[in-house]
């Protein structure tokens, strides 16, 4: 299935043969529930997957190819199930997994980068790749106590593996300089897409402490004077101000 969609040059065929798999997508899902030795599972996340496909089309998303190749092996489903470890470590209940903050920064990515100047496609591609080395090497957060150059050295030897799996070419190529660009912080959309991470850190701890009543203090802490665009700080401040203004919100 996936390398019905690979073979094909990208762009605009990508709209026509992602629609095409996603009706084949969901005939299998239909025929393969209750068989035996088969994950309904992974035929659901596949499915949800070339939806998102099908979506990111419109934008000429050529990485999304990319996680079509990794769903249909093992490691894609631990950004599904696999949970961000600084809430676990929280103590807290029924939280967001990589999946869900990679696809809200995706989000974030088409809404904030519409800005002279600034690749918003580049941003949104960016967005939904710089995480995908913690399907392999894991959530690595500070309280590991694992040095930043052994964190960065494991992540990259991640991002290897997985451009393996693609055999290399342009595909492979375009995730690994997205990765690095993202990891180096070296241009205006590493920049904007550095600061939505720590955006949707903040925006998620807010939602936290008003529905689990837990102080989330250290998150908002983490960021102070972090933020590098206009975009960024604009929209900090923002839940800033929701917080202070919400009087049951924990603050410790």
Not at 59 to 83: H, P
Request: aromatic share 8%; hydrophobic share 40%.
């Amino acid at each position: 299935m996936t390398a019905f969609i690979y073979k094909y040059p990208y762009g605009r065929n990508v709209w026509k043969y992602t629609s095409m798999s996603i009706a084949r997508s969901s005939v299998l899902l239909l025929e393969s529930k209750g068989k035996k030795g088969y994950s309904l599972k992974i035929a659901f996340v596949h499915f949800e997957l070339l939806v998102h496909a099908f979506i990111f089309a419109q934008l000429e998303v050529v990485c999304i190819v990319f996680i079509l190749a990794l769903s249909i092996r093992v490691k894609y489903i631990k950004f599904e199930t696999t949970k961000r470890a600084g809430w676990v470590n929280h103590g807290l209940k029924e939280t967001e997994s990589i999946a869900d903050h990679m696809h809200r920064m995706a989000v974030m990515a088409i809404i904030a980068a519409d800005i002279p100047g600034l690749d918003r496609d580049k941003c949104v591609k960016m967005a939904v790749v710089h995480d995908i080395a913690e399907a392999i090497v894991g959530d690595i957060t500070p309280s590991d106590g694992i040095p930043k150059q052994e964190k960065s050295r494991r992540e990259r030897a991640a991002i290897d593996e997985m451009c393996k799996l693609l055999g290399g070419g342009l595909a492979a190529e375009e995730v690994k300089n997205l990765w690095l660009e993202y990891e180096n912080n070296s241009t205006q959309e590493a920049n904007l897409v550095k600061d939505l991470d720590k955006v949707e850190m903040i925006l998620q701890a807010l939602e936290y402490e008003t529905t689990q009543g837990k102080g989330l203090d250290d998150f908002y802490k983490s960021t102070t004077g972090k933020f590098q665009t206009e975009v960024g700080k604009a929209w900090a401040a923002e839940i800033i101000k929701r917080r202070s203004s919400m009087t049951n919100t924990p603050q410790k």
